[in-house]
């Protein structure tokens, strides 16, 4: 076996490599019957609302209701439920008084699914007249999911304090609904609940109509004569189904920023509990395009506690600091919470490195990001990211050009001096070393470098891996139709129309490639568009349509270049 075959198994080899480390995709569970309560993944249908006037009992197993020596006042549990309705164009979130939690919280401007689309399989049973494809009318994505029983997000409690307070008590509030969508662009929704003799709590969240975040305060009311220890603990509860489908991208779990490192354990390998910190920037949960975040005023004081329970209820909670209040007076915790897309451009204006929830890689990222941007640039003057796609192409390929050009230049004249090859293979058949020295003599004495065509391909690699980050985990791709079947550029192609022919196109570079005069070398070569055609036939489509151009745009410059050299 030459070098050259040897170049070409390890790049295959790359290639598989590559393959599994960033495209393969785990098994994926069956789905099975859905319970009445939630799902795991953010983006998916919302759960069974929490019925109103029921009373959950309270978690013992909850992350911040555990701490010992601690009192728990019972005169602030009798009270009532019910709803305060938080309005505002982006977002439509329900409150509840009990606890002064999270109900609901449905991102206006995305939907769980397109309407009117389908695949080949559902196109092809409705043409047999066979049991026609149910499709659910598309809902606003929901953020919240927990079971009937399970604690809300957004409780506050104070573990490790002098008084803490169970996190289903009942609070006080003015009002049903919190109208945004007219009027002031700031309001606020005040929660109050009180411990005679104790504290007295106000939870007061402030909403901004043009913004997915909002600010909590937590003020906490000495109502004792001697100084208290208080260490709040805000906390988002989610339930995760473990038999639910899961998309195989994506991340439905934990998440969170602490020293500069980001952390998203997979929920299934969660320890029971944990804790990180300090330095905790931000953390909460997430999923694929969309993640709730509670982000701590003094990183440096706060610690993170990550809890699975045996119902499959993740608790994050936000852990200090710990204040002393002296008698009489109050003391203030304070948090922004971030509700809504992972768009690279609304994280970042956040100031707290929340980018960091896009999954773009550690050090993919650095192409991923300035390819994203450059696409969302594109995009502001034609409207259509099909379209920023192929200009993007043509971008990179004018990028390459050069390099592409000297590496069909390379084969080329690689392709020239293969009969000399074939010569000294024969003559040096039993002497592998001597083969060796004469086949590099030969390529001295000609001025060829044999790694000249195959190293330009190898640099578009990264390129290639962080374009794939870019598209595969930019929601601006998510239901963005291109035109005509592909509706959505984050799908795979419905139909597998732009695989096909990107195979195609593959086989027919593929063909036009010197392959050097050693068969077996030259068989590999041609299996290529084979496994690259399986490996895509579930990209994105967006990702599909930059390799299939990039392939045509490949090809002909590979016939103006030999045309060029004949």
């Not at 992972?342 to 929830?357: M, P, R």
Request: one cysteine or more; charged letters at 20%; hydrophobic letters at 45%.
């Amino acid at each position: 076996m030459d070098k050259k075959t040897i170049l070409a198994v390890v790049l295959s080899v790359i290639v598989l490599m590559g393959y599994q480390y960033f495209f393969a995709k785990p098994p994926v569970k069956p789905p099975v019957q859905q319970q009445s309560a939630a799902v795991s993944g953010a983006d998916k249908k919302a759960p069974a609302a929490v019925p109103q006037n029921v009373l959950p009992s309270v978690a013992t197993n909850n992350a911040a209701t555990t701490a010992p020596g601690t009192i728990i006042s019972a005169t602030a549990i009798i009270g009532s439920e019910r709803d305060v309705v938080v309005e505002t164009p982006l977002y439509r979130a329900i409150f509840t008084t009990r606890g002064a939690a999270l109900k609901s919280f449905q991102l206006k401007q995305y939907k769980t699914s397109i309407p009117g689309t389908k695949d080949i399989a559902e196109t092809f049973y409705g043409l047999i007249g066979k049991t026609k494809p149910v499709h659910e009318a598309p809902q606003p994505i929901e953020l919240v999911h927990v079971t009937e029983g399970m604690p809300l997000p957004f409780t506050v409690t104070f573990p490790d304090s002098t008084i803490n307070i169970p996190d289903n008590a009942f609070f006080e509030a003015q009002g049903s609904l919190l109208d945004l969508t007219k009027g002031e662009a700031n309001r606020s929704l005040v929660f109050t609940q009180s411990y005679p003799g104790d504290l007295r709590i106000d939870k007061i969240f402030t909403f901004n109509r043009e913004s997915y975040s909002f600010d909590l305060e937590v003020k906490v009311h000495n109502l004792r004569d001697a100084p208290i220890n208080q260490n709040a603990a805000l906390t988002w509860h989610q339930f995760v189904d473990p038999e639910a489908p899961t998309d195989s991208y994506g991340h439905d779990g934990p998440v969170s920023y602490v020293a500069d490192k980001i952390d998203r354990p997979a929920v299934k390998k969660m320890d029971a509990d944990k804790t990180m910190g300090p330095y905790v920037s931000w953390g909460g949960f997430e999923s694929k395009y969309f993640i709730a975040a509670m982000i701590p005023q003094n990183p440096s004081l706060t610690s993170m506690r990550l809890v699975k329970t045996q119902g499959d209820l993740v608790s994050v909670s936000m852990l200090g600091p710990k204040n002393v209040v002296p008698p009489g007076q109050p003391s203030v915790f304070k948090y922004k919470l971030f509700l809504g897309p992972k768009d690279f451009n609304v994280l970042k204006a956040q100031g707290i490195k929340l980018e960091n929830a896009i999954d773009f890689g550690d050090w993919l990222k650095w192409l991923a990001i300035p390819m994203l941007l450059t696409l969302k640039f594109i995009y502001g003057y034609i409207h259509n990211y099909g379209i920023a796609i192929i200009l993007l192409t043509i971008l990179i390929k004018l990028i390459f050009w050069p390099l592409g050009n000297k590496s069909y230049r390379s084969m080329k004249e690689m392709q020239k001096l293969q009969p000399k090859m074939a010569e000294l293979r024969e003559k040096y058949k039993n002497d592998k070393a001597r083969l060796s020295q004469e086949s590099m003599a030969l390529y001295k004495t000609h001025k060829v470098n044999p790694m000249g065509g195959c190293l330009p391909m190898v640099v578009q690699i990264p390129v290639f891996f962080g374009l794939y980050k870019g598209l595969l985990y930019a929601i601006e791709l998510r239901h963005a139709p291109f035109f005509w079947w592909i509706q959505d550029l984050s799908a795979k192609d419905p139909y597998y129309l732009t695989p096909l022919i990107m195979g195609a196109t593959m086989f027919m570079q593929q063909k036009m490639t010197p392959t050097g005069a050693d068969p077996m070398q030259a068989k590999i070569m041609m299996f290529m568009p084979i496994i690259f055609t399986f490996m895509f036939l579930n990209f994105p489509s967006g990702l599909v349509i930059y390799w299939l151009l990039n392939n045509v745009i490949s090809i002909g410059q590979q016939m103006y270049t030999n045309k060029k050299l004949a």
